[in-house]
């Protein structure tokens, strides 16, 4: 097969990164060339992963601004808002100018919908192929699923119930978000670009492909999905960890007390209350405490030294740990949750914004995880989530019945496929 340029194009948080830094190694190890566009903050992860890095802004700010920064951004009932009338929106123009630079000499953009709101302008102004990958179901905004978006107490139960009400609701959600969005509309007239889709919602859709990329156990097709939907499952990016450093071997073959995973990287406000929580309730139960506390939390405050039944580390690779768990604690970014899926661990998901809810919510139905409102969350709250967690034989059932699921998917080769059917030229857009 001919070599080919693809570039993918991303923004936001390292889940945002990792299902296109799997499928870019794929792509490269098939005779590809892979480019990753993306904000700075991401260069390090791209080069590291053996893919060439070219720049998209807007780029987040470093601290001290970071902090604030980021509790806007994932704030549980503004964050939408603030991440697109005051940080994508506003930057689009830059966003343009970089995306073309960085497609002149591509053979087919992949972009993330939602996150990279100039892949449709570049494709369209360029006739550059195109397509989109959705990485959460609740972003393809389906008028027959529960509108996870909404952070609103009992209308996403009423919208489940009668899509007729949701189709009203999702009505004046469109109308109200377009203000949010006037910056990309504004390019896209002066761009002479016919149509008006939304750019939040139809508009970020290829009509060429859109990979679903999460797992079926957590939603399949829809009625209303974009006819040229295929769903490939969640890639995950293993990455090229070494082994563990003897005093997390030490630590992860204790047998003298049940192991909790927590980590919160993307919390705002202080993720030191989160840990502070956790090792806590962790006491309580009697059980050990690994705390990752990378991004965000790596600046959180914990007791020095730490009890000897405690330990924080800055990353370690989830595949490695996740064996020796019990349960895990985190936000519910979709990665997250789909690596402990695999693992067949039992979850305890505090959400924070965004889909994190949706995900939890969708989890919690299958049987493997209880949800804690960020709201609720504290030592007395956990203590007791952790002991059921562990007492549970029903959920301890339910984790390994998807695992066994789980483990049958492979995003990353359903992902690649795809792609490569759209650089043979066999661009279909087939109904589901």
């Not at 996870?148 to 009505?171: K, N, S």
């Not at 970020?204 to 939603?219: I, K, N, W, Y």
Request: hydrophobic share 45%; proline share 9%; with cysteine.
């Amino acid at each position: 097969m001919k070599q080919h340029h693809v570039v993918f194009a991303t923004a936001g948080s390292l889940g945002d990164l990792y299902p296109f830094l799997a499928l870019g190694v794929e792509l490269q190890r098939r005779g590809h060339r892979v480019s990753i566009a993306s904000s700075s903050e991401h260069r390090a992860r791209v080069e590291a992963a053996g893919l060439a890095f070219r720049h998209m802004r807007p780029d987040p700010p470093g601290p001290p601004a970071a902090a604030a920064f980021f509790a806007r951004y994932m704030h549980p009932r503004t964050g939408a808002e603030f991440v697109y009338r005051d940080y994508l929106s506003p930057s689009i123009r830059a966003s343009h100018a970089d995306l073309m630079w960085a497609t002149r000499d591509a053979d087919l953009l992949v972009s993330q919908s939602l996150m990279a709101m100039a892949a449709p302008l570049v494709a369209a102004s360029t006739g550059l192929p195109w397509i989109s990958a959705v990485f959460q179901p609740m972003t393809l905004f389906s008028l027959h699923d529960r509108p996870g978006y909404l952070p609103v107490p009992l209308l996403p139960d009423l919208c489940e119930r009668y899509p007729q009400i949701h189709a009203r609701v999702f009505h004046y959600v469109r109308k109200h978000t377009r203000q949010w969005i006037a910056p990309v509309e504004a390019l896209r007239k002066e761009l002479c670009i016919a149509g008006e889709p939304h750019p939040m919602y139809e508009g970020q859709h290829s009509p060429r492909r859109v990979l679903a990329m999460f797992s079926p156990l957590l939603g399949g097709p829809q009625p209303d999905w974009p006819a040229s939907a295929v769903q490939t499952g969640t890639a995950i990016h293993a990455g090229a960890w070494h082994a563990l450093p003897p005093a997390l071997q030490a630590f992860l073959a204790r047998r003298d007390r049940p192991l909790a995973v927590f980590t919160l990287s993307s919390a705002p406000g202080l993720p030191g209350d989160f840990y502070r929580h956790a090792l806590a309730a962790a006491a309580g139960q009697g059980m050990r405490a690994l705390l990752v506390t990378s991004g965000l939390s790596a600046s959180a405050p914990l007791p020095s030294p730490l009890p000897d039944w405690a330990m924080r580390v800055d990353y370690a690779p989830f595949e490695a740990v996740l064996p020796h768990a019990a349960v895990m604690v985190h936000a519910g970014g979709i990665g997250t949750m789909f690596r402990a899926m695999r693992a067949g661990v039992p979850q305890i998901i505090m959400p924070q914004a965004h889909d994190q809810a949706d995900n939890a919510r969708r989890l919690a139905v299958l049987g493997a995880a209880r949800v804690i409102p960020a709201r609720r969350f504290g030592k007395a709250v956990l203590g007791r989530a952790l002991r059921a967690a562990l007492s549970d034989e029903g959920m301890r059932r339910d984790a390994g019945r998807l695992a066994a699921r789980a483990r049958q998917e492979n995003g990353v080769a359903r992902g690649c496929d795809e792609i490569e059917l759209q650089l043979q030229g066999r661009a279909v857009a087939q109904p589901q």
